[in-house]
């Protein structure tokens, strides 16, 4: 008996998780004790409606859930509950093991073992560290960006003070709580206070995405770092002309250099400072995954390029610049995580109406990809080059992707962007208003392959396709041997387009 079948396998799968409902939201794991840290504990939140959390587990530290948890309620699990009801006036739950010194990952993991949420939590940048007061100097870790909560620039020190002091350092918390004024302040914690006639402290050294507040100490002051005062600073700030009032000004430094600073009405007096932006460590890997140039339709409002990040942290585009050889834009705000995809579209109405919504899209409107090749690069906030590709609409470019409704697709996302890696998306297909479009923005990519490319293997018996997602092809020989699942054998016989979706 044989039996045609469409079959659509993923040799590596990419899972994009929403927004976890259970977030870790404080963290104690180095409070100022000498020996054995009593005062450890981690803070969970429920961000959705009641959960039913019997089962789940925490690794990092050893913890296992169980009851329900209200929507809004607060978890807190310590070391020693004893010591944090005396310091807190709290009940918490006991975990075992203990938070590392250095920084490691805390999980946590639903009943069936699948992750829920992970918090790569560190003692170094962008985490907060020792001189923001944390790592042994007595203040917890707290999260202001629940929106991004594996991210260090998402967490601040708190500002709640217990009053206690241990070793000399007062202890900073607020477990069971989830407002913490740590939130409130700038990420790097600094006030530049107006002290007579200096700015104490002048001379500033902080990462970049760090926040300085400046405020007005008393006299007649202001804080001008101005390009007009100063036109070699990579970005210019002021807080206004001088004034005697009690003025608060905050400036976030984005862009690495070196910033000069004074007070106008007394640099004769030596009034000035400086800051030294250190540029953020940058651990992501920005590829082109998929180019949409020439949909057939005039005018084409459909172009789209799609980025993936192959790296290890956030891809902040911010003031990021994208090129062609009609393209010059400045892309709007936006942030690729580790593992997920950004759209960059021409048209985002045009864009949603045919493929839908896409969860990270950018538009970057004026410009076209040109239908007879192209390069298209993208540079960095100071004018570096991340990523630059070109592609063809001849051989041995794919030609499908010049008018017939296809974009090219890189069938591998860890692999360069070249003509011998990329071909014509054939699945899925998408009708809109007449048309018909092989594209899949935002998501892996699958490339056409026959069963005997996609079975190749080295030397040592293990498949060199590895990270490739395919759509291949063939006939059915025999019967199902999983009556729960597929096991069958499939031969190729004929070129064939897949219709029955099979994750294996």
């Known amino acids: ?232 600073n990579p970005v210019g700030f002021t807080s206004g002309p001088p004034s005697s009032d009690s003025w608060v000004y905050e400036h976030t430094f984005n862009l690495p250099g070196f910033y000069e600073y004074r007070c106008d009405l007394h640099i004769g007096a030596g009034m000035e400072g400086s800051v030294t932006v250190i540029p953020a460590q940058d651990n992501s890997d920005l590829r082109i995954t998929e180019v949409f140039y020439n949909s057939s339709i005039i005018p084409d409002s459909l172009e789209f390029i799609e980025l993936f990040n192959a790296g290890t942290s956030a891809a902040n585009l911010e003031n990021y610049k994208l090129t062609s050889s009609s393209i010059d834009a400045i892309l709007p705000t936006g942030q690729v995580l580790p593992g997920t995809y950004m759209v960059l579209c021409k048209n985002e109405s045009a864009f949603t109406q045919t493929f839908g919504s896409v969860s990270n899209l950018l538009e970057w409107g004026e410009g076209d990809l040109s239908n007879d090749g192209d390069n298209i690069t993208i540079l960095n906030e100071i004018g570096t080059e991340i990523i630059s590709v070109s592609y063809d609409d001849n051989m041995p470019w794919p030609e499908d992707a010049d008018g017939s409704g296809s974009s090219i697709s890189l069938c591998d996302p860890l692999a360069p962007f070249i003509s011998e890696e990329v071909k014509a998306t054939t699945y899925p297909a998408i009708s809109f208003d007449g048309n018909t479009f092989y594209a899949t923005p935002g998501l892996p990519n699958y490339c056409a392959n026959t069963i005997a490319e996609i079975s190749q293997n080295d030397a040592e018996g293990v498949n060199t396709n590895n990270g490739m997602n395919t759509i291949s092809s063939g006939q059915v020989y025999g019967i199902n041997y999983r009556p729960n699942g597929l096991q069958f054998t499939i031969i190729d016989r004929k070129w064939g387009w897949y219709r029955c979706l099979l994750w294996c």
Not at 116 to 145: M, Q, R, Y
Request: glycine share 14%; aromatic share 8%; net charge negative.
């Open 1 to 232: 008996m044989t039996k045609k079948i469409y079959l659509l396998s993923a040799f590596i799968s990419f899972c994009i998780f929403a927004n976890a409902q259970l977030l870790i939201t404080e963290i104690s794991y180095n409070p100022p004790e000498s020996g054995s840290d009593s005062l450890e504990y981690i803070e969970i939140v429920n961000s959705g409606s009641e959960v039913d959390v019997t089962g789940y587990s925490m690794t990092g530290v050893d913890y296992t859930f169980d009851g329900l948890l209200a929507e809004g309620e607060v978890l807190v699990i310590a070391v020693n509950p004893t010591a944090m009801n005396n310091v807190f006036g709290i009940t918490a739950e006991p975990f075992g093991g203990a938070l590392s010194n250095g920084g490691e990952t805390l999980t946590i993991l639903d009943n069936n073992s699948t992750e829920v949420l992970s918090i790569p939590f560190d003692d170094g940048s962008p985490w907060p560290t020792s001189g923001d007061g944390t790592d042994g100097e007595g203040a917890s870790i707290v999260l202001c960006d629940t929106d991004n909560p594996q991210l260090g620039e998402s967490w601040k020190v708190s500002g709640e003070s217990t009053g206690i002091i241990i070793n000399g350092s007062t202890v900073f918390g607020s477990p069971g709580l989830v407002e913490d004024s740590g939130c409130d302040s700038g990420p790097s914690g600094i006030i530049v206070t107006t002290d007579g006639l200096t700015f104490v402290p002048a001379d500033i050294t902080i990462n970049q995405g760090e926040t300085i507040t400046f405020t007005n100490g008393g006299g007649t002051h202001n804080a001008n770092g101005s390009k007009d005062a100063y036109p070699d």
